[in-house]
Structure formats: structure tokens, C-alpha cells
């Protein structure tokens, strides 16, 4: 019996006709990606994409405990903090379990509500007259990372140079 490729979205090609997509931007998701696909020692039975998958999962709870860190350095009650957390998390629900398991939405909801985190802090160290030099990297890396996940964080950094932030840079020069 011969296999009939007349209605398939993609028939097959030759490989000297085959040019596949450039994959130089938004590299972070395959990066981070990456330990869970090349080496699974303790995974045997799962299979490949249900351990991709489990990364957008993860990320999402990672979310939400960024969020209720958040309320906390911001000044709210623990409660208050985790209820917003778990309204978040449930309300992003579609973020961990889409039909593209792959997707770098997940991740850049997490870089993206790091940053003002991490901006509080900053305000919060400078405010307690300590140099917040490990909070200032990581905020630069999670900017990286946010960026590297995701190209629209270039809208974003315009709020993100919080005006109050800058002030507090230029008051404690030290």
C-alpha cells in the first residue's frame, strides 16, 4: 500500500529544500529547558513532553510565591499576601496548563513580576541604609532573563525604571 501526502499540511521535502527558522531570539525557555530534555535519569516511564511540561508548571508556582513575597516586602498582612498568590496562580491556571506546553508565557509572567519585587527591595535596602548590590544583580539578571524570554519586556522597562527607584539612586550615590 503506498502513502498518499496529497492532503498533509507539510509533505515531505527533500533536505536541500528544507531552511528551518532562524532560533536566535527568545532563547531562554529551550535554555532553562534544556537539563530536563538532554539528561533523565529518573524519569524513565514519563515521557519527553510531559517533562517539558512540567517546567511551565513549576514556573507558575514559582510565580506565585514571588507574588507573596511581593505583598509581603510591600507591607501586607501574610494572609492578605497569600490569598492574592493563590487568586493569581488560580487566575493564571491557563498559564501552566495550555495546548502549547512549550510556551514562554509562564516564564515571562515569572521574570516580569520578579522585577518590581526586587525593585522594593532595592528601595527598602537603600531606605535601611545598606548597599543593595546582590539585589541590584539579581534584578539585572532577572531583567536579562525576562528579556531573553520574552522580547516584549522592552515595552515594560519604562515601568520598571520606577521614577521613585531613580530618585533613590541618585539621593545615596554610596
Keep these: 500500500m503506498e502513502q498518499n501526502f496529497e492532503f498533509d499540511a507539510y509533505p515531505p521535502v527533500s533536505l536541500s529544500e528544507v531552511h528551518p527558522p532562524s532560533a536566535d531570539t527568545e532563547p531562554m525557555q529551550p535554555v ?3 537539563p530536563a530534555v538532554s539528561d533523565r535519569p529518573g524519569a524513565a516511564g514519563i515521557g519527553l513532553a510531559h517533562t517539558v511540561g512540567c517546567l511551565n508548571i513549576l514556573v507558575t508556582a514559582l510565580t506565585a510565591g514571588t507574588l507573596y513575597a511581593y505583598g ?3 507591607g501586607y498582612r501574610a494572609h492578605v499576601a497569600v490569598l492574592v498568590a493563590a487568586d493569581v496562580r488560580s487566575g493564571h491556571h491557563r498559564l501552566a496548563v495550555q495546548p502549547d506546553l512549550f510556551s514562554a508565557k ?4 515569572c521574570w516580569d513580576c520578579s522585577a518590581p519585587y526586587l525593585i522594593v527591595r532595592v528601595r527598602q535596602d537603600f531606605t535601611a541604609g545598606r548597599r543593595p548590590v546582590i539585589t541590584l544583580t539579581l534584578l ?3 531583567l536579562a532573563g525576562a528579556l531573553l524570554s520574552k522580547e516584549v519586556t522592552l515595552l515594560l522597562l519604562p515601568a520598571f525604571s520606577d521614577r521613585s527607584l531613580t530618585h533613590t539612586l541618585a539621593e545615596n550615590p554610596s
Design 32 to 34: 532553562l529547558a534544556a
Design 140 to 142: 539585572a539578571l532577572v
Design 72 to 74: 509581603l516586602a510591600l
Design 106 to 109: 509562564p516564564l515571562f509572567t
